[in-house]
């Protein structure tokens, strides 16, 4: 089936160098186009000081398009968050969230963006008064299934039964490739090391994790308390058994944090992109580690990638590198990291 797979950075990637000061927004500009990516994905409200008043400005949509065309790159996707809870007294009423929803549309509207994303926390029903919008805007909303969500789940029905019933074209999914990790990543592990985690612990968390690989993750179902919902999910597959194997070994904080952080990744089937590719329109390519070998030893690249050329897939592979806040101490490379990634991903999709 032909596909017509594209490469992208979302802009998160170089956040450690931004906010050192190593890079202004141009200078992310300049190095996502180094790697050879075509595509930029942003986050606004990161990386835009005094956000949203400068893309209201002529002056500073002048700039980002001449940027744009200097370094030879297309919007992907435009990041937004819905904060509903900017007020320390309530929960933003409905009517107050559409409009934020809305009020996001418009700003990657004005930025060149035609895709959205939007986070898994997301009311259902924000999204569908935001739809009619949406379509006037020429703007697609994105839902990130992001770890422990999937695709081909109970979670995903509901947003698809709400696809159906209104026939939208403006609102699909966002796979995030956290989905798609064999392992737990490598960088956590030495993290949780570095914090006096003891080798006993560390192992019977990765037999854990491989226990529930074996056995197939039991899935997030939908709930409007996420916290329930990712509660249930951790207890589903073994949580209690492994933090009372953990307790029998003596753990200490670092054990139990490794032990927690094994939850924040999760093993789909990548038939779950083959299944859903008329509803997927961006993909964030999440990595951990790249080593000087251009493996990544979590995330599944050349099996994702692969599920992505049968189905036909048309749109942008963003690299999106999460690594870095598990380096912190020790020294981060985002610029590097993200320059093996994208030549991971052009040898995948040209193999």
């Known amino acids: 089936m032909n596909c017509d797979m594209k490469r992208s950075i979302s802009l998160y990637s170089y956040q450690d160098e931004y906010y050192d000061g190593k890079l202004d927004l141009e200078g992310c500009l300049r190095e996502n186009a180094k790697t050879g990516a075509t595509g930029v994905e942003l986050l606004a409200e990161q990386m835009i000081k005094k956000f949203p008043l400068p893309i209201e400005t002529e002056e500073f949509r ?23 809870r900017i007020f320390d007294n309530r929960t ?44 006037q ?38 796979p995030d490739m956290g989905i798609f990790c064999r392992n737990i990543p490598d960088v956590v592990r030495d993290k949780a090391r570095r914090m006096g985690a003891s080798e006993a612990c560390i192992r019977i968390v990765d037999d854990s994790y491989a226990e529930r690989l074996a056995k197939g993750f039991t899935k997030i179902k939908y709930d ?43 093993w789909s089937d990548p038939q779950d992109i083959i299944d859903n590719i008329d509803y997927i329109f961006h993909t964030h390519a999440k990595f951990y580690n790249m080593h000087d070998d251009y493996t990544e030893t979590a995330v599944a690249i050349p099996e994702v990638i692969e599920a992505f050329k049968k189905a036909g897939y048309k749109g942008f592979l963003s690299s999106e590198y999460e690594g870095g806040e598990h380096l912190r101490d020790i020294g981060v490379n985002s610029i590097e990291q993200v320059r093996r990634h994208q030549e991971a991903l052009r040898a995948a999709m040209e193999k």
Not at 76 to 84: G, K, R, T, V, W
Not at 229 to 238: D, F, I, P, S, V
């Open 137 to 174: 805007m020429d703007v697609r909303i994105g839902l990130e299934v992001h770890a422990p969500f999937s695709l081909n789940s109970g979670w995903a029905d509901g947003y698809m039964e709400m696809i159906h019933r209104t026939g939208t074209k403006y609102f699909g999914f966002i």
């Open 62 to 84: 002048e700039q980002w398009f001449g940027w744009l065309e200097k370094y030879h790159l297309t919007p992907s996707c435009y990041d937004a968050f819905l904060e509903n």
């Open 224 to 266: 409007l308390n996420l916290g329930k919902a990712n509660m249930e999910y951790r207890m589903a597959n073994g949580m209690k058994e492994m933090m009372d194997a953990i307790e029998q070994a003596n753990g200490n904080d670092a054990d139990r944090w490794y032990a927690n952080a094994s939850f924040t990744y999760s």
């Open 92 to 135: 933003l009423c409905l009517g107050e969230q559409i409009n934020m929803m809305k009020r996001d549309i418009r700003l990657a509207s004005l930025l060149g963006f035609h895709n959205l994303r939007t986070l898994v926390s997301t009311p259902m029903e924000v999204i569908e008064g935001s739809l009619a919008y949406a379509q």
